[in-house]
């Protein structure tokens, strides 16, 4: 039988340091002597039902499950370094959450944590609210399921993502990304996924200014598009678009097909830009 910790506060430096093979069970890690790294090196461990208030908690972790708890907003960079984590059922506060952690898998949680999962390879997120800027600032090999959230400059330098179900109401979304997948999702933002090499958009919603731009190995395969003006400019790009664009201008290569476009702009072109703009039926 597993040891277990249970019903104890602990707040001292690295209070629980390289614990191993143990269940720790409606602990609060708080308190006067305000301790760091209270879980530091921990390994195979299962944390539930606890809150946390502390600094750097779950750094260098491995092997470790974290369930129904709270880590509020004073437990700054709450996990960084780890190596093989479940996440469910918790509320995350505190900045800078998952920072160079490898095989991360959250469910249900609800998140507000600024810079959140930056550099971290294989991330699964599914059924979960989350708020950041710089949402997933160069992370690689990333699942995401029924994801509602909201920030600025997210998903910039991703590689090998997929989004399924979600709402992203966001700014400079995908910047520089490569090899994304968006399928029947609403992505909101403005200057969506400029400098984006293999992005492709299947059954989504487009919302906002100057999309998609610069882009190469652009595809759009059953898309609306909502106050898209100026979408676009010097994008290699295969689209089609149920309803109306605003305008589209200067595209670089490829055919764009719509049912009606508002104005095709061919004008200041700084390279030879050919590609085509159709309305559906004169394919």
């Given at each position: 039988m597993r040891p277990e910790i249970s019903n104890k506060t602990f707040d001292e430096e690295r209070a629980l340091y390289n614990l191993t093979d143990t269940d720790v069970v409606h602990c609060r890690f708080a308190g006067p002597q305000d301790g760091e790294s209270v879980l530091k090196e921990a390994r195979n461990i299962t944390v539930k039902d606890c809150s946390f208030s502390l600094r750097y908690p779950l750094w260098h972790v491995q092997d470790y499950k974290l369930t129904d708890s709270v880590l509020d907003v004073n437990t700054r960079a709450p996990i960084w370094y780890a190596k093989g984590g479940y996440i469910e059922n918790c509320t995350i506060d505190g900045i800078k959450c998952l920072r160079e952690c490898d095989n991360t898998s959250m469910k249900g949680c609800t998140v507000h944590s600024p810079e959140f999962g930056w550099r971290c390879r294989g991330v699964s997120i599914s059924h979960s609210s989350m708020e950041s800027e710089y949402y997933l600032f160069e992370s690689r090999d990333i699942e995401i399921d029924h994801l509602?959230?909201?920030?600025?400059?997210?998903?910039?330098?991703?590689?090998?993502?997929?989004?399924?179900?979600?709402?992203?109401?966001?700014?400079?979304?995908?910047?520089?990304?490569?090899?994304?997948?968006?399928?029947?999702?609403?992505?909101?933002?403005?200057?969506?996924?400029?400098?984006?090499?293999?992005?492709?958009?299947?059954?989504?919603?487009?919302?906002?200014?100057?999309?998609?731009?610069?882009?190469?190995?652009?595809?759009?395969?059953?898309?609306?598009?909502?106050?898209?003006?100026?979408?676009?400019?010097?994008?290699?790009?295969?689209?089609?678009?149920?309803?109306?664009?605003?305008?589209?201008?200067?595209?670089?290569?490829?055919?764009?097909?719509?049912?009606s476009v508002g104005e095709i702009i061919r004008e200041d072109s700084i390279i030879d830009a050919q590609g085509k703009v159709l309305l559906r039926g004169q394919e």
């Open positions: 509602e959230m909201k920030g600025k400059y997210s998903f910039q330098y991703t590689k090998n993502l997929h989004i399924r179900d979600s709402v992203l109401d966001t700014k400079d979304a995908f910047w520089h990304g490569e090899n994304i997948t968006v399928e029947n999702s609403v992505v909101k933002g403005e200057y969506l996924a400029w400098f984006s090499d293999g992005l492709t958009l299947i059954n989504c919603k487009i919302i906002g200014t100057q999309p998609l731009c610069y882009c190469k190995n652009l595809k759009l395969i059953n898309c609306t598009m909502e106050g898209t003006d100026l979408a676009f400019e010097y994008s290699d790009v295969e689209a089609d678009i149920k309803g109306h664009i605003l305008s589209v201008k200067n595209p670089k290569s490829g055919t764009i097909i719509a049912d």
